[in-house]
């Protein structure tokens, strides 16, 4: 019985195969790159070295949600959102990882050309060459394995039905959306090769530029990433979705009479989030209505919707007054809690704006 619980915790076979084929191609790189002197490859082994600890990510998450799921209720409840933003954190977390790779790996180009004359020349250009096909052959089986999504926290582990454990794949992102990375890495270590085997002793120049260009290319490639992590982490609106037509949809709902503190968030890159006061005239239309609303916030891609309903303080109130109370509500909460939350009750007894009548 312990040893079907153990095997229950591993990640899925495909993962782990991805994971020993991304630790064999990152210590083959290291190994070449330090045989060889060649500053190019040891550009790529520090790439492959941040898609590696993106996996590693990918798999702690994986681990702490089975957790999570195994202690039950209580284990729901430490995290009610679950683990996905570990993904998140460390997506983030490689690619600065590899922008400062990137800056040390330029200072170092830079020296080796300015004193190449001193410094051990770089050789085995075939064994460069072989290290740049090896390593595209590596990385096409971890996307055949992974489903393109190596180092992406749109793809999560998750149990299906049949108690099987299975890779889902969130649609916001390309399925070969590393891909580029990955090839541009690899074409620069084949030209350092190649240089090398032709010309060698351009190659004492051509190998530390192309380490160069290779660092900040991939720092190019990977800024849209790490762009999108960051965005997340900071719960800022995702693009394309605008609060403020959001907000007007929701209006347009029968029996919907105003909106406010509307927050939309991105949970990770296939979930959003929105909480939102709707204020309605009174508890039927908020009953008729709020599937409704639900529906607009879906259509919009929101998967997570909570909504808070307030209602008109007294049903006999004038036009002026009715149309007050409305705008009021577009700005303000009817409700708002009490600073210091000593009663049994926090939220304090509902305001009315007042009316000056002339």
């Given at each position: 019985m312990a040893m079907k619980e153990w095997l229950q915790w591993l990640p899925p076979p495909r993962s782990l195969m991805a994971l020993l084929i991304a630790i064999t191609g990152f210590g083959g790189r290291m190994c070449a790159a330090y045989v060889t002197h060649s500053p190019t490859l040891l550009v790529d082994a520090c790439h492959s070295l941040c898609r590696l600890v993106g996996l590693v990510t990918t798999l702690l998450a994986y681990k702490y949600q089975?957790?999570?799921?195994?202690?039950?209720?209580?284990?729901?409840?430490?995290?009610?959102?679950?683990?996905?933003?570990?993904?998140?954190?460390?997506?983030?977390?490689?690619?600065?990882?590899?922008?400062?790779?990137?800056?040390?790996?330029?200072?170092?180009?830079?020296?080796?050309?300015?004193?190449?004359?001193?410094?051990?020349?770089?050789?085995?250009?075939?064994?460069?060459?072989?290290?740049?096909?090896?390593?595209?052959?590596?990385?096409a089986t971890?996307?055949?394995?992974?489903?393109?999504?190596?180092?992406?926290?749109?793809?999560?582990?998750?149990?299906?039905?049949?108690?099987?454990?299975?890779?889902?794949?969130?649609?916001?992102?390309?399925?070969?959306?590393?891909?580029?990375?990955?090839?541009?890495s690899s074409l620069f270590v084949m030209a350092a090769g190649l240089t090398l085997e032709w010309e060698p002793v351009a190659a004492r120049i051509a190998d530390p530029a192309l380490s160069a260009a290779a660092a900040i290319t991939l720092v190019i490639f990977n800024y849209p990433f790490m762009?999108?992590?960051?965005?997340?982490?900071?719960?800022?609106?995702?693009?394309?979705?605008?609060?403020?037509?959001?907000?007007?949809?929701?209006?347009?709902?029968?029996?919907?009479?105003?909106?406010?503190?509307?927050h939309v968030w991105q949970l990770h890159r296939d979930r959003i989030v929105a909480t939102a006061h709707i204020f309605y005239e009174s508890?039927?239309?908020?009953?008729?209505?709020?599937?409704?609303?639900?529906?607009?916030?879906?259509?919009?891609?929101?998967?997570?919707?909570t909504l808070q309903p307030e209602f008109i303080v007294?049903?006999?109130?004038?036009?002026?007054?009715?149309?007050?109370?409305?705008?009021?509500?577009?700005?303000?909460c009817s409700c708002p809690c009490a600073k210091d939350c000593s009663a049994p009750r926090c939220c304090q007894a509902p305001r009315r704006p007042s009316v000056t009548r002339v």
């Open positions: 089975r957790a999570d799921e195994g202690a039950g209720r209580e284990g729901r409840l430490r995290n009610t959102f679950g683990w996905t933003r570990i993904e998140v954190v460390g997506r983030l977390s490689v690619h600065v990882l590899f922008a400062s790779f990137a800056l040390a790996l330029v200072v170092n180009a830079l020296q080796l050309g300015v004193h190449s004359s001193h410094v051990t020349p770089p050789k085995f250009p075939r064994v460069i060459v072989l290290s740049a096909v090896v390593g595209l052959l590596l990385h971890n996307y055949m394995l992974l489903a393109g999504r190596e180092l992406s926290y749109s793809r999560r582990l998750s149990i299906a039905e049949g108690g099987d454990v299975v890779l889902k794949s969130g649609t916001a992102e390309p399925v070969l959306a590393h891909a580029p990375t990955d090839i541009a762009r999108s992590a960051g965005l997340v982490l900071l719960q800022t609106v995702p693009e394309g979705l605008g609060a403020g037509s959001l907000r007007e949809a929701a209006l347009r709902v029968r029996g919907v009479l105003a909106v406010h503190e509307l508890p039927e239309d908020y009953l008729s209505s709020a599937g409704l609303v639900c529906d607009v916030f879906k259509r919009h891609g929101i998967s997570l919707v007294s049903a006999d109130s004038d036009a002026e007054e009715r149309k007050m109370l409305i705008e009021f509500a577009n700005t303000a």
